[in-house]
């Protein structure tokens, strides 16, 4: 997988976990850019993005992660 | 340097490496009235002399806080797909946590910002000290599992000064850490478990706060601070619903449980409140599993 097909598989997990429509994901996206995106629901996305990879993060890869560029790489490294 | 601009300082340090926490905690001060702002400030100050004692830059403390906030992340990921808490043994977690100094330092720090930063965390202290100027008159108070000392510190401030001062806590790094942060001198410190712990007097008041879940057997440990309470002594507790952390043990999963629990030991409740870790109602935070805090004064 690369980046861009990552993103695609994001993009319905945070449209439904963030309960958003017409939601455009790019590596650059963080946190500020999308109101719903919050503490709470970033546990939600974790757990659905672990599900739908099934693949489970450690403590240590989640700590870093600013923007979609961070979560795509870190799915990346786990391939 | 002015306070205010301290918590902004934190805030914009947090921003840096770890904008989602930041964006929470904004909305947190945001919410919260001019007494929080002027309660930060004297915080603020007593923690930088604090940390200057203790030799932490206020860099360090932030990194161990978000790591604790990382942690937290970790253990809710798992709590939200298995609906228990990953930890269940008290001596394990005795061992890599409380007997940990490095583990202890972090948590400790962390929890002690967190004071500061976490709406719920202001919350419930200022209700403990909304309430606890009704027992100034009490002669003698133990603390349990004190922690950073914040609580016994603020109690010290406002009792007689004849009232005679305990602090218990299993971890000796939290010993050392409340022995820094409280300005009281003449206080007793037992480092040990509270179920090894017994004592001649009766105490007047007890303080708990955030221990009962890190228990086993909660219920013996309601029976062990009854079994120190004199008989029109006061109980103060708090206690966290569904909390997955590095060192919970037992799961409450909303605060009737809590109440029942504290009712069957033979407890009554004088004071109460719940607070919300989310913008959400305290009511949707239990159905969703997601943490409230419960508080209490008791008595018998
Ligand atoms: C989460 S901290 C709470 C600190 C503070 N009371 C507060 O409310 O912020 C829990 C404290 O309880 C201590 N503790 C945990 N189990 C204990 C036990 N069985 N006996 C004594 N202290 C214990 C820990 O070492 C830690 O310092």
Redesign the interface.
């Known amino acids: 997988m690369n980046i861009q097909e990552i993103i695609s598989q994001l993009t319905p997990i945070f449209t439904e976990v963030l309960d958003v429509e017409n939601l455009t994901l790019t590596p650059q996206i963080?946190?500020?850019d999308i109101e719903e995106?919050?503490?709470?629901s970033?546990?939600?996305l974790?757990?659905a993005i672990?599900k739908h990879f099934n693949l489970k993060?450690t403590?240590l890869e989640?700590?870093g992660?600013?923007n979609v560029q961070d979560i795509c790489s870190t799915i990346l490294n786990k391939e | 340097m002015d306070e205010t601009i301290s918590l902004k300082i934190i805030v914009e340090k947090i921003e840096v490496q770890n904008p989602l926490h930041a964006k929470k905690l904004k909305e947190n001060i945001r919410t919260l009235d001019s007494n929080y702002q002027h309660w930060a400030k004297s915080f603020l100050q007593k923690t930088e002399k604090f940390l200057k004692k203790t030799n932490v830059s206020l860099d360090d403390c932030i990194t161990f806080y978000l790591k604790k906030v990382n942690d937290s992340i970790f253990e809710m990921v798992n709590f939200f797909q298995t609906g228990k808490y990953r930890y269940n043994s008290f001596d394990e977690v005795n061992k890599r946590v409380y007997s940990d100094p490095d583990v202890m330092r972090y948590n400790m720090l962390s929890l002690l910002l967190s004071q500061v930063l976490w709406k719920q965390h202001y919350i419930i202290f200022d209700f403990f000290k909304k309430h606890i100027s009704e027992y100034v008159e009490s002669k003698s108070y133990l603390e349990i599992g004190g922690g950073h000392g914040l609580f016994i510190n603020e109690a010290a401030k406002l009792f007689n000064t004849s009232c005679n001062f305990e602090l218990l806590d299993i971890s000796e790094t939290s010993i050392e850490i409340a022995k820094s942060f409280i300005d009281k001198k003449n206080i007793t410190y037992y480092h040990m478990d509270i179920f090894e712990f017994s004592s001649k007097r009766l105490f007047d008041f007890i303080s708990m706060g955030e221990v009962l879940e890190h228990v086993e057997k909660p219920k013996d440990l309601l029976k062990k601070v009854k079994s120190l309470l004199k008989p029109e002594g006061v109980f103060f507790i708090t206690v966290p619903t569904n909390a997955p952390d590095i060192d919970h043990i037992y799961l409450f999963n909303n605060s009737e449980e809590i109440r029942t629990l504290l009712k069957e030991s033979g407890f009554k409740i004088d004071y109460e409140i719940e607070v919300s870790t989310e913008k959400i109602s305290v009511d949707d935070a239990h159905k969703r599993k997601i943490c409230v805090i419960y508080a209490a004064f008791l008595s018998f």
């Open positions: 963080q946190a500020d995106w919050d503490s709470l970033h546990i939600q974790i757990v672990e993060f403590s989640i700590q992660w600013k």
